[in-house]
């Protein structure tokens, strides 16, 4: 699978190869540190004056290798430490072959070329930051040098033809080559540079940042002009670096389709898959370091647009963080990974992991944010600091020394920490929903024809299968529930608030990267930003299952519907009200009562229309059972789980209960005893409706045109209502997507119009309120605004 190298031509007047420094050079090299604060070698070897290039390349590194921090101080010393001592490890095993650069890891599959790259670019950083304990080593440059020597002379090369995974190819192995280029620029030689300049030309041609589409979209298009632009400021190519800003411009406006940034602040890539919290999280990253590198230049992105990026801080992805963890609705297949065998550091790649990775990215962002801007993030990103406590960010193994200062300058500072906003959010185009509320986050996760049932490939997250149908995620107090070995432990087919055929399903069931789509349209629903109403026509992964389910956001809770649940699987039918994570030895008490259940330091359930199953037991698994790159350890953890059978091959099933997040149980008994608390109106095939009157809240989804209570719908319709003394909000959306015109009746004396959106029309007032709505096809809501006799 590879093939001899191509000499690359010498530049008149240069050596046969690149030559070592003596061994008085690099020591003078490493002293000279003593008084940089944390600059690299690299970084203080300065070019001509004014040289464009050099100026960008010393940029880079000080956003990569961080400076201004005291690399005697912690947490940057043991940081700093670990890092010399895993460098000195892997010099000692390096061991060049003809597949593989050190033993176990083979250039195929392509992987192993990153995780090549990925070592020597740990060995790179020992060599040129302080306090690593192999500062200026002459045996770990030589070390470098022999392993990029390889790598170009076996594998890595313009001669190659590039196999299996595309991505090591373009993204994972140059990202890396051109990181260490950078830093041992001057340490090289010519050849070298030029050599690794070919190698990127070779597998990211400009072709690559050509139409926006394939693989070329989204993160991946940001990942590619990460490389190109880096490689034009090795390479001295001014053309490179233009071509890379300007191949940035199709990532920033709003998408209808596809992948991208939504409107309504989803992001989607793969085409099929919600992915705010990982390929989302790299796109920020990616554009954050290329805003600051070329800041000022003469490449500076300058395009208009970038402000859409910005903006989507506060609207697409501060909402998806709770507590400094990312929710795994939008983590696609990397919910998988746990543990992974490559990682020579065992850092832990949880909802805690991504979440870092995703607040990490806005710090570096802030940095070409306005002073607003910046400001606001700042006090988000300081309340995220302050309040995990699972995976405290100013200590997180995953992060270099770069960005740990980074994220202690942004707590030192004279910003106050921002608490977790209430409000509701509703991700319409990646079929997500965050409603947050004092004291608990739920989120919701759904699919569609747009959105996956779920998202596998590359040996990763084969049993993902239900994580779509429905999944309620939901949090308070402790933020560990989902990070604490959730994944490898639970049972698939038994996910919290999921309605499920027990059928059982193969491993990657419905095919891989996100082709396993039901075709079902009405999914999503509508919210005044406080409330909301939810809904997803359901139909089973590899099943004949199909049903209605609601959900209904409110103060304190989630009322919970389903209805027309029908299956001809031949195997029962269940709809998991929920299934908690205790830990390896949890011993919280377990209660119930009539028409309740309550789970210790958790929280409690309403049970409107029937008693649950229940049970707890201990379940043991490994990373590697859904992820053929992680671990093989195996643990245990214990669950408590409540559902509802519905039978074998039901025909007409339903359900009715309430989610009471963090409520102590003496509160749940109260609200089963309160009658007066919840009425629901309709909850069958065609329309599932309830109202909360002290709230007065009316929510009603019409899979049909219909009547439920005071509200009416000419055609499928999410409806909302809201009264508060005498003024009340109507919200509406059209979750079939049909872009029909759609009118709503609300059987209430109204006064007159206060405010309405444009999409909008007013029929009537008086006895009662006659809207006509022109949904246009994104499920947007669409609000009026009144007051009442």
């Given at each position: 699978?590879?093939?001899?190298?191509?000499?690359?031509?010498?530049?008149?007047?240069?050596?046969?190869?690149?030559?070592?420094?003596?061994?008085?050079?690099?020591?003078?090299?490493?002293?000279?540190?003593?008084?940089?604060?944390?600059?690299?070698?690299?970084?203080?070897?300065?070019?001509?004056?004014?040289?464009?290039?050099?100026?960008?390349?010393?940029?880079?590194?000080?956003?990569?290798?961080?400076?201004?921090?005291?690399?005697?101080?912690?947490?940057?010393?043991?940081?700093?430490?670990?890092?010399?001592?895993?460098?000195?490890?892997?010099?000692?095993?390096?061991?060049?072959?003809?597949?593989?650069?050190?033993?176990?890891?083979?250039?195929?599959?392509?992987?192993?070329?990153?995780?090549?790259?990925?070592?020597?670019?740990?060995?790179?950083?020992?060599?040129?930051?302080?306090?690593?304990?192999?500062?200026?080593?002459?045996?770990?440059?030589?070390?470098v040098?022999?392993?990029?020597?390889?790598?170009?002379?076996?594998?890595?090369?313009?001669?190659t033809?590039?196999?299996?995974?595309?991505?090591?190819?373009?993204?994972?192995?140059?990202?890396?080559?051109?990181?260490?280029?950078?830093?041992?620029?001057?340490?090289?030689?010519?050849?070298?540079?030029?050599?690794?300049?070919?190698?990127?030309?070779?597998?990211?041609?400009?072709?690559?940042?050509?139409?926006?589409?394939?693989?070329?979209?989204?993160?991946?298009?940001?990942?590619?002009?990460?490389?190109?632009?880096?490689?034009?400021?090795?390479?001295?190519?001014?053309?490179?670096?233009?071509?890379?800003?300007?191949?940035?411009?199709?990532v920033?406006?709003?998408?209808?389709?596809?992948?991208?940034?939504?409107?309504?602040?989803?992001?989607?890539?793969?085409?099929?898959?919600?992915?705010?919290?990982?390929?989302?999280?790299?796109m920020?990253?990616?554009?954050?370091?290329?805003?600051?590198?070329?800041?000022?230049?003469?490449?500076?992105?300058?395009?208009?647009?970038?402000?859409?990026?910005?903006?989507?801080?506060?609207?697409?992805?501060?909402?998806?963080?709770?507590?400094?963890?990312?929710?795994?609705?939008?983590?696609?297949?990397?919910?998988?990974?746990?543990?992974?065998?490559?990682?020579?550091?065992?850092?832990?790649?949880?909802?805690?992991?991504?979440?870092?990775?995703?607040?990490?990215?806005?710090?570096?962002l802030?940095?070409?944010?306005?002073?607003?801007?910046?400001?606001?993030?700042?006090?988000?990103i300081?309340?995220?600091?302050e309040?995990?406590?699972?995976?405290?960010?100013?200590?997180?193994?995953?992060?270099?020394?770069?960005?740990?200062?980074?994220?202690?300058?942004?707590?030192?500072a004279?910003?106050?920490?921002?608490?977790?906003?209430?409000?509701?959010?509703?991700?319409?185009?990646?079929?997500?929903?965050?409603?947050?509320?004092?004291?608990?986050?739920?989120?919701?996760?759904?699919a569609?024809?747009?959105?996956?049932?779920?998202?596998?490939?590359?040996?990763?997250?084969p049993?993902?299968?239900?994580?779509?149908?429905?999944?309620?995620?939901?949090?308070?107090?402790?933020?560990?529930?989902?990070?604490?070995?959730?994944?490898?432990?639970?049972?698939?087919?038994?996910?919290?608030?999921?309605?499920?055929?027990?059928?059982r399903?193969?491993?990657?069931?419905?095919?891989?990267?996100?082709?396993?789509?039901?075709?079902?349209?009405?999914?999503?629903?509508?919210?005044?930003?406080?409330?909301?109403?939810?809904?997803?026509?359901?139909?089973?992964?590899?099943?004949?299952?199909?049903?209605?389910?609601?959900?209904?956001?409110?103060?304190?809770?989630?009322?919970?519907?389903?209805a027309?649940?029908?299956?001809?699987?031949?195997v029962?039918?269940?709809?998991?009200?929920?299934?908690?994570?205790?830990?390896?030895h949890?011993?919280?008490?377990?209660?119930q009562?009539?028409?309740w259940?309550?789970?210790?330091?958790?929280?409690?359930?309403?049970?409107?229309?029937?008693?649950?199953?229940?049970?707890?037991?201990?379940?043991?698994?490994?990373?590697?059972?859904?992820?053929t790159?992680?671990?093989?350890e195996?643990?245990?953890?214990?669950?408590q789980?409540?559902?509802?059978?519905?039978?074998t091959?039901?025909?007409?099933?339903?359900?009715?209960?309430?989610?009471?997040?963090?409520?102590?149980?003496?509160?749940?008994?109260?609200?089963?005893?309160?009658?007066?608390?919840?009425?629901?109106?309709?909850?069958?095939?065609?329309?599932?409706?309830?109202?909360?009157?002290?709230?007065?809240?009316?929510?009603?989804?019409?899979?049909?045109?219909?009547?439920?209570?005071?509200?009416?719908?000419?055609?499928?319709?999410?409806?909302?209502?809201?009264?508060r003394?005498?003024?009340?909000?109507?919200?509406?959306s059209?979750?079939?997507?049909?872009?029909?015109?759609l009118?709503?009746?609300?059987?209430?004396?109204?006064?007159?119009?206060?405010?309405?959106?444009?999409?909008?029309?007013v029929?009537?007032?008086?006895?009662?309120?006659?809207?006509?709505?022109?949904?246009?096809?994104?499920?947007?809501?669409?609000?009026?605004?009144?007051?009442?006799?």
């Amino acid at each position: 699978m590879t093939a001899q190298r191509r000499p690359f031509p010498r530049r008149a007047g240069e050596a046969a190869g690149p030559t070592r420094p003596s061994r008085r050079a690099l020591l003078l090299a490493a002293a000279a540190l003593a008084t940089t604060g944390g600059a690299t070698p690299a970084a203080q070897v300065a070019g001509p004056p004014g040289d464009p290039y050099d100026t960008l390349r010393r940029r880079w590194l000080s956003i990569a290798l961080g400076a201004g921090y005291d690399p005697a101080a912690e947490p940057y010393a043991s940081r700093l430490a670990r890092t010399g001592a895993l460098a000195r490890d892997l010099l000692a095993t390096m061991a060049p072959a003809a597949n593989s650069l050190w033993a176990g890891h083979p250039f195929d599959p392509p992987a192993g070329i990153t995780r090549s790259y990925n070592r020597l670019w740990t060995m790179t950083q020992a060599y040129v930051q302080q306090g690593t304990g192999a500062t200026g080593d002459p045996d770990l440059l030589a070390g470098v040098l022999s392993g990029l020597d390889h790598l170009s002379a076996t594998v890595y090369h313009p001669a190659t033809t590039p196999y299996g995974n595309w991505w090591e190819w373009q993204i994972g192995s140059p990202r890396l080559l051109l990181d260490i280029t950078a830093a041992l620029y001057d340490r090289l030689g010519d050849a070298r540079v030029e050599a690794a300049c070919a190698a990127v030309d070779h597998f990211v041609p400009d072709s690559a940042l050509g139409d926006y589409s394939g693989t070329s979209t989204g993160a991946n298009r940001v990942d590619l002009c990460r490389s190109v632009a880096l490689r034009g400021i090795l390479g001295r190519a001014p053309a490179k670096i233009a071509l890379a800003r300007d191949a940035l411009s199709p990532v920033f406006p709003y998408v209808t389709r596809g992948d991208g940034l939504y409107a309504d602040g989803s992001f989607v890539q793969h085409t099929w898959v919600a992915y705010s919290g990982t390929y989302g999280q790299v796109m920020l990253d990616g554009l954050g370091r290329l805003f600051a590198l070329l800041a000022g230049s003469d490449w500076e992105v300058t395009d208009p647009n970038r402000q859409i990026v910005l903006d989507s801080v506060e609207r697409a992805y501060a909402p998806l963080i709770h507590d400094g963890l990312v929710m795994d609705s939008v983590n696609g297949r990397a919910i998988s990974r746990g543990h992974l065998a490559s990682d020579d550091r065992s850092v832990l790649r949880s909802d805690h992991f991504h979440g870092g990775q995703l607040i990490a990215a806005l710090a570096i962002l802030a940095e070409g944010a306005s002073r607003e801007e910046r400001d606001r993030w700042h006090a988000r990103i300081k309340g995220w600091i302050e309040r995990d406590t699972v995976a405290p960010l100013l200590t997180a193994p995953q992060f270099g020394v770069a960005t740990l200062a980074r994220l202690h300058t942004i707590a030192a500072a004279p910003v106050p920490a921002a608490p977790e906003p209430t409000g509701h959010h509703l991700f319409a185009a990646m079929d997500r929903a965050v409603h947050r509320r004092p004291g608990f986050t739920v989120n919701i996760a759904m699919a569609s024809d747009r959105i996956a049932h779920y998202e596998c490939g590359n040996g990763e997250n084969p049993r993902g299968w239900h994580t779509g149908a429905g999944m309620v995620s939901w949090w308070s107090g402790a933020s560990d529930q989902y990070t604490d070995w959730y994944w490898p432990t639970v049972d698939w087919y038994r996910l919290p608030g999921t309605t499920v055929s027990t059928r059982r399903l193969a491993d990657r069931e419905g095919g891989e990267w996100g082709t396993a789509r039901p075709d079902a349209r009405w999914v999503g629903g509508t919210t005044d930003g406080t409330y909301a109403a939810l809904g997803q026509h359901l139909k089973g992964l590899g099943s004949t299952l199909q049903a209605r389910k609601s959900w209904f956001c409110a103060a304190d809770a989630v009322i919970c519907l389903g209805a027309a649940i029908s299956c001809s699987d031949g195997v029962p039918v269940e709809t998991i009200v929920d299934n908690r994570n205790l830990g390896a030895h949890g011993t919280q008490r377990f209660a119930q009562g009539p028409g309740w259940a309550h789970l210790e330091d958790h929280g409690g359930w309403l049970l409107l229309d029937g008693e649950p199953r229940t049970l707890r037991e201990d379940r043991t698994g490994a990373w590697s059972d859904i992820n053929t790159g992680s671990t093989t350890e195996r643990r245990t953890r214990r669950w408590q789980t409540l559902w509802l059978d519905h039978g074998t091959d039901p025909a007409d099933a339903g359900y009715a209960y309430v989610l009471l997040p963090g409520a102590s149980r003496r509160t749940v008994a109260r609200r089963a005893a309160d009658r007066r608390w919840l009425s629901i109106l309709a909850n069958d095939a065609t329309r599932q409706a309830v109202v909360v009157p002290s709230l007065g809240l009316t929510a009603a989804n019409f899979w049909q045109p219909g009547t439920a209570g005071p509200l009416a719908a000419s055609a499928g319709a999410s409806v909302l209502t809201v009264r508060r003394g005498r003024t009340a909000t109507l919200c509406v959306s059209e979750p079939p997507r049909t872009g029909e015109p759609l009118e709503i009746t609300w059987d209430r004396p109204v006064r007159r119009v206060v405010r309405a959106d444009k999409t909008v029309e007013v029929l009537a007032t008086g006895r009662r309120l006659r809207l006509r709505i022109t949904p246009g096809t994104a499920c947007a809501t669409h609000r009026c605004d009144v007051t009442l006799d």
